[in-house]
């Protein structure tokens, strides 16, 4: 078909010329209706017909491209449509009716392919030669051709799964607000967006037409590219690069891309074209390399961080699907061909990409991670100079104000250590050496994070430190045990030393092979003074007040003490045991992770599995199921799951050997915890954990060297296991029995494992057993032996009927208080008895007594409780006259000094105890004695049981007991350590369990115990207060408050407060009054008001007014030197930070620089909320101290002024706090006293000028430069200067935020045109310099001075400008140079103006 005829189905020859002048005179802009009947047969035109005309004009292109005359055959294809009459003018006109019909959100399928046709038709007529000479271009009708593909692909294809996965992501925001346009969604207007949910449904067929005819006009536009140059067109080139880097998205990208190709026709994907246009862009006929890289790199960019950019406002965050991080993988691929193709001419640009993708990093942790990969795919493609200029530019990156900025540059950091360190040599620039090795980036980038002012940077900074010593760069290795080093000169690796010095290229190792040994050579890396301070530092936030913080220095601090960076210690290993009881769940879990990482890579440190038992085996017990199971678990793999059976030929591997290592310890050494095992059985005895197989063997090893582990499991499970061999334990009872040399802990779990099998034996074997342990009994056992005896001869002797039981506790245990009492009576009654008294025996005979009290209160005489009171006493005299009734009751100076040792005494106090607990007449004559003994007794040991003995008598006696608690409480202010701490644990105790309440002056006496001066008392003064009392009544630390203003002053004059009765010595002993204790009483208020709620805080303020300042204000109380004092603490309570409502307090979350990088809506809706109620609360406490304490301040004032009283300092200063917030309203407030008024206006004044002048003080320095702010800590041996604070730039729309920035001797500041400001352009020309540099000085580039890479439309009325800045090497004047230049862009638009 020849090309007249293909053209007759577009009824050119009808169309009204007046139609086609309209058209042009609209710049295809608005589809012009034509008559309707020339409409219908237009529209009638079917894809055929396109397709028809679209081949001859290929045909005729290629036609011309084989002429050797190319002007001959570029005239008669033009001179072809002049002579048939065609209108080259009304051709263009209709293909724009179609193109403008398809555009329409309504449009049909067949419009929209009918558009795509018409748009590819005139790409390709713009392509021929003679084109533009016979007025075919049209900027705008090629721009809206070459957008064609967004308007007719429909917008739903292939993206509703992603718009459902965004809709549930935010649907917990309900706030409605209008949805967000995805990226591969192109920029519409509002009508067109109303037009949306209109939009016709396609079938498969349908998506396939528009997708051919999509395909077609993309390789039209590749076609109009090859052939027409577009220099001088800037804004084609930008429309072209939107138009490809969209393209990106329209479908998934399967499989790798050939870059490569050189025919487009053979690439099957859309994306494969839109890369294959990109790179053509990138070609000197489409004008300068620079502006085209620039361009680019530009749009690259947002694909490469996953955002969608349009062309105006900020760019959005898209979902990380598998579409998007593919065509991110194929974009970052993309820029490492251009890179790679056009080398040294693309490399400025890879700097500018590389710090771009590093400012508008989002802080979500997936979107910093795919963005520290794509970094360090990109720096993989650099030289080791550009590479050094880089790693420069990140240190500088590290210390910026914005947090997410230091954040990501630890992952950077992470990303560039697991690649091979660069070689010194390779680096052209001398300066930049130091910048290459991986020490660098572990000391000087990643470990300087270690003090960051946000918690979040800080610990992702010793995560990542943690990690370090993973990798398989020996170089990190070495960098982190430098930082660590105590030994004075560094460590290396065996096997690394040669002669000379030591390779730094050794970049592999494996785990369990880095036996690290110290070799002396010139030079230490890190003083041994500065690596105690760094492993300090490390175990302070190890206790940091943040969880990540704590969390991340856990995974720190076992990561160097797996590799042996640090040396194990009890007190280390005992921090990280203490995590695994840490408030945070997360925290927790953590540390049970991290101790059981550090059992596994040191099995045989017995430091190591001591620790392991204190963290995992008390969470069993933890509240929270979480943890409880994760312990479980650890418990099982580690002890449980390693019994197995025991042969003569049997060697245990190296996890058995452990598992029977930790159940010796637990046997021997790790006694406090067996209450927290026995819980972990019970709960694996729920779950039928116990195997038969299990518990055979378990029993063959009850004959091993470690019998003992195996005895302590026995005792665990035996009550819980069915059937058991009762022969073999039989069998290893009687070797016990018969042994001269017994195991104090083995005996005792034997013998609990007889008393759990007591029911399963017969009459005759536990008659034997009795009498075996009667025998026992009688002899010198150990005091846990005699308890575990006792036990196991209940169990013996116990049957359902009580009577019976109780007969038999009687016979045996009676005898047994028989035996004891005669040997205390040949020792108290003897005349030489106690200067021949053994005291181990005498302890043993007490303790039998004692214990078997217990079982048979009938057998005990008064003869026996006198007995045990003379171990206390010397009423021996009493005895020997003893007589059927017992004495009147004793003096209360009963405790005097006897000859028996501290320890017997100690003893006998317990045993008298027993008895009390029996016999409550007892319990009643005996309390006194005790209160008496804890006033004046001088033994520790003495006064430490009577408290324990106290409380259990409260307990057992709750009335009576009740009395004496003052006496108990007055211990917390013992001068010894050991009495003060078990008296608060028995006390709270007893809180707990509400057999005390919070009476007279007991919870004064627990705010005492909180300042105590040993820190371990105060720290766990503070957990019972805030982990188990304040839980049980919430209002404790209000309702107590106001009162402890009066008490700790000592000040009763008020006619409610501190009432209470106290003897004078509890005044003295419990009073913190006076200035010296001032530190102590504040923080015990800003511990009260720490914990307290809003409306606390509120009630607490109203009540201060009406029962404190009211008073004083009335004259109810006196201003006299006790009254003064009360007043100011008062005012001084008042002004502290934490008296203020949090919800009008509270400033917006993250620390300082901490700045949301995006805004969603869950965050937006909060955001509002908190505004609200800040709005709300700060309405009704204005409203409330305006009614009720404004008035009281004002007659407060005139009284203070009056009695001129010094007060009046505290209550100004009172004033100037709360006033803060009220600026502007001062006159407001005190309109009825306009003095106040002023001297308050006057005192926020200089309160404000202050301020500004610390901080002019602290940004200055000695030379007179500007101080950075200190958002980081020391930087060890850091190469670079600390940099000064960035000056600020104009105001550009795609300018990234700039880092802190070099004194002006270091670097030359340049600025950017923009109304009023200069600017340094680059020159279009050859060579790389800024016109403000002279020639022949060598230039890098650094985005200290980069402004945009490429220029943004903006919504701004102020232009815009596309330049890059550079930076010489050399260094510069002192002073600031500005240079007048406009940019080319203005320069032309001035032109055409």
Not at 42 to 53: P, V
Not at 745 to 774: F, P, Q, W, Y
Not at 925 to 944: D, I, M, Q, S
Not at 1346 to 1355: A, G, L, M, Q
Request: with cysteine; aromatic share 6%; charged share 20%.
């Amino acid at each position: 078909m020849d090309l007249i005829s293909a053209l007759d189905f577009l009824k050119l020859n009808i169309i009204p010329q007046a139609w086609v002048d309209e058209v042009w005179d609209l710049e295809f802009t608005e589809k012009k209706s034509l008559d309707d009947t020339i409409e219908e047969d237009l529209t009638a035109s079917d894809e055929k017909a396109f397709r028809d005309l679209y081949q001859c004009l290929l045909a005729h292109t290629a036609e011309q491209q084989q002429s050797t005359d190319t002007d001959a055959a570029s005239q008669s294809i033009w001179a072809l449509l002049g002579e048939n009459g065609v209108s080259v003018k009304s051709l263009v006109a209709v293909l724009s009716f179609f193109v403008l019909s398809g555009q329409s959100k309504t449009a049909t399928v067949q419009q929209r392919v009918s558009g795509l046709h018409a748009a590819s038709l005139y790409l390709l007529l713009l392509g021929l030669p003679g084109s533009i000479a016979n007025k075919v271009f049209h900027e705008v009708f090629l721009d809206t051709c070459s957008n064609m593909t967004f308007h007719c692909w429909p917008q739903d294809s292939g993206k509703k799964r992603k718009k459902e996965v965004m809709k549930s992501s935010q649907a917990e925001n309900k706030r409605p607000k209008r949805h967000r346009k995805d990226c591969q969604e192109v920029d519409m207007d509002e009508a067109e967006e109303d037009e949306e949910e209109g939009e016709p449904h396609f079938t498969g067929q349908d998506l396939a037409n528009i997708r051919a005819a999509v395909v077609l006009l993309v390789q039209s536009l590749l076609r109009l590219l090859q052939t027409l140059p577009l220099k001088g067109r800037p804004q084609s080139a930008n429309n072209c690069t939107q138009i490809f880097s969209k393209l990106l998205y329209l479908e998934p990208v399967t499989g790798e891309l050939d870059f490569t190709a050189e025919d487009f026709t053979k690439l099957r994907s859309v994306p494969a074209m839109a890369f294959y246009g990109l790179q053509l862009l990138c070609s000197p006929k489409h004008g300068d390399q620079k502006e085209s890289l620039r361009r680019v790199f530009h749009r690259l960019l947002y694909v490469i961080l996953m955002m969608n950019k349009g062309n105006r406002g900020k760019p959005t965050v898209l979902i990380p699907s598998q579409a998007n991080l593919a065509i991110r993988k194929q974009a970052i691929h993309f820029v490492c061909h251009i890179v790679a193709t056009l080398n040294e001419l693309a490399r400025p640009f890879l700097q500018i990409l590389l710090q771009h993708i590093c400012f508008q990093m989002v802080e979500k942790s997936e979107f910093r991670s795919h963005g520290a990969q794509a970094v360090g795919l990109l720096t993989a493609q650099m030289g080791s100079t550009d590479y050094a200029g880089f790693i420069k530019w990140l240190y500088n990156y590290s210390r910026h104000s914005k947090m997410v900025c230091r954040l990501f540059s630890v992952d950077v950091v992470m990303v560039l250590l697991e690649q091979p360190e660069r070689r010194p040599e390779d680096c052209q620039d001398s300066e930049l050496v130091h910048f290459l090795p991986h020490k660098f980036l572990i000391q000087n980038l990643l470990f300087a994070r270690r003090n960051d002012e946000s918690p979040i940077v800080q610990g992702h900074a010793f995560a990542c430190l943690a990690q370090c010593l993973e990798l398989p760069s020996l170089n990190a290795t070495r960098a982190v045990h430098a930082l660590f080093s105590t030994s004075g000169s560094p460590t290396v690796l065996d096997g690394e030393i040669t002669e000379g010095t030591l390779s730094s290229q050794q970049t592999q190792k494996t785990y369990r092979s880095l036996p690290f040994r110290t070799v002396e050579i010139s030079g230490t890396e890190t003083s041994n003074s500065e690596a105690k301070e760094n492993l300090a530092l490390l175990l302070r936030r190890v206790q940091d007040p943040k969880t990540n913080v704590r969390k991340s220095a856990l995974q720190a601090l076992v990561s160097l003490l797996k590799h042996n960076v640090i040396l194990n210690s009890s007190e280390t290993l005992s921090l990280l045991s203490e995590r695994c009881r840490d408030p945070a769940v997360s925290v927790k879990k953590k540390a049970l992770q991290c101790v059981g990482e550090l059992l596994y890579a040191k099995p045989d440190s017995r430091l190591v599995q001591r620790a392991w038992l204190q963290g995992v085996v008390p969470a069993v017990v933890d509240s929270e199921n979480s943890v409880q199971e994760k312990a479980l678990e650890a418990l099982d793999q580690v002890l449980l799951s390693q019994v197995k059976l025991h042969s003569a030929g049997h060697h245990l591997d190296a996890a058995q050997t452990l598992t029977w290592d930790l159940l010796d310890l637990l046997c021997h050494e790790c006694h406090n915890l067996s209450q927290y095992f026995s819980r972990a059985f019970t709960i694996w005895s729920k779950l039928n954990r116990f195997t038969p197989t299990f518990i055979s063997n378990l029993i063959s090893h009850t004959e091993t060297d470690h019998a003992g582990g195996a005895w302590l499991l026995l005792s665990k499970v035996v009550a819980s296991s069915p059937k058991l061999p009762y022969g073999k334990i039989l069998e290893a009872w009687d070797n016990m029995v018969s042994s001269e040399d017994r195991n104090v802990t083995t005996c005792c779990h034997i013998l609990s494992v007889m008393g759990d099998i007591a029911a399963h034996l017969n009459e005759d074997t536990k008659d034997r057993i009795i009498n075996d342990l009667m025998s026992l009994l009688k002899t010198t056992l150990s005091l846990e032996v005699i308890s575990a005896a006792m036990e196991t001869l209940y169990q013996l002797g116990h049957s359902e009927d009580i009577k019976q039981t109780q007969a038999f506790l009687n016979q045996y245990c009676g005898e047994l208080v028989s035996i004891c009492e005669a040997y205390l009576a040949s020792i108290i009654l003897c005349e030489n008895g106690v200067r021949s008294l053994n005291e181990e025996l005498m302890i043993k005979h007490l303790h039998t007594l004692g214990v078997a009290s217990l079982h048979c209160p009938a057998k005990i005489s008064k003869r026996t409780v006198l007995l045990v009171e003379s171990v206390l006493t010397t009423n021996s005299d009493k005895l020997a006259d003893f007589q059927e009734e017992l004495p009147p009751s004793l003096p209360l100076s009963q405790f005097t000094t006897n000859c028996f040792p501290t320890r017997v005494r100690a003893h006998g106090v317990i045993t008298l105890g027993k008895l009390c607990l029996q016999r409550e007449e007892l319990g009643q004559k005996y309390l006194p004695v005790f209160a008496r003994e804890l006033e004046v007794g001088t033994e520790v040991a003495v006064r430490n049981n009577v408290v324990v003995i106290m409380c259990d008598l409260c307990v057992r006696y709750t009335n009576t007991g009740d009395h004496y608690i003052p006496n108990i409480s007055a211990c917390l202010r013992d001068s010894q350590p050991v009495i003060r701490e078990q008296t608060l644990i028995m006390l709270t105790n007893l809180l707990q369990e509400e057999f005390v309440k919070w009476k007279g002056s007991l919870f004064f006496r627990f705010m005492v115990a909180l300042v105590d001066p040993v820190p371990a008392i105060s720290s766990l003064c503070e957990y019972c207060l805030l982990h188990l009392l304040l839980k049980k009544n919430p209002e404790m630390f209000s309702q107590h408050f106001i009162e402890c203003i009066f008490h700790f002053n000592s000040y009763s004059k008020h006619k409610s407060y501190n009432k209470f009765p106290q003897s004078d010595k509890e005044k003295v002993q419990f009073s913190l009054k006076g200035s010296a204790n001032r530190e102590k009483r504040f923080r015990i208020y800003r511990f009260l008001l720490e914990h307290f709620t809003d409306v606390q805080r509120f009630n607490v303020m109203s009540k201060i007014n009406q029962s404190v300042l009211a008073c004083f204000a009335d004259e109810e109380l006196p201003l006299d030197e006790d009254g003064t004092e009360i007043l100011s603490e008062t005012f001084s309570v008042l002004s502290l930070k934490e008296m203020k409502l949090q919800a009008v307090s509270s400033t917006a979350a993250g620390s300082v620089g901490d700045e949301p990088e995006e805004e969603n809506m869950a965050t937006v809706a909060k955001a509002v909320l908190e505004a609200a109620q800040k709005k709300v609360v700060s309405q009704i406490q204005k409203k409330a101290f305006i009614e009720n304490t404004v008035p009281l301040i004002i007659s407060l004032k005139n009284l203070l002024e009056q009695k001129r009283s010094p007060v009046l300092r505290e209550l100004m200063a009172y004033l100037k706090v709360k006033m803060q917030d009220y600026r502007t309203e001062v006159k407001e407030f005190f309109s009825g006293d306009e003095q106040l008024a002023a001297e308050v206006e006057f005192a926020l004044k200089m309160t404000e000028n202050e301020q500004k002048m610390e901080e002019k003080m602290g940004h200055c320095s000695l030379t007179g430069e500007t101080q950075t702010p200190n958002t980081q800590g020391s930087v060890q041996q850091s190469p670079v200067q600390s940099p000064a604070t960035s000056r600020p730039l104009p105001l550009l729309s795609f300018a990234t935020p700039q880092p802190t920035r070099p004194p002006p001797l270091f670097n030359r500041l340049v600025y950017s045109a923009r109304s009023g400001h200069s600017a340094s352009v680059l020159h279009k020309g050859d060579d790389n310099r800024a016109i403000s540099t002279p020639k022949g000085v060598d230039v890098h580039l650094t985005f200290n001075e980069v402004s945009p890479i490429f220029r943004d439309r903006s919504s701004s009325s102020m232009g815009e400008i596309n330049v890059l800045h550079v930076q010489s090497n050399q260094q510069q004047a002192p002073g600031l140079r500005q240079w007048n230049v406009q940019s080319p862009l203005r320069q032309k638009k001035n032109k055409g103006d």
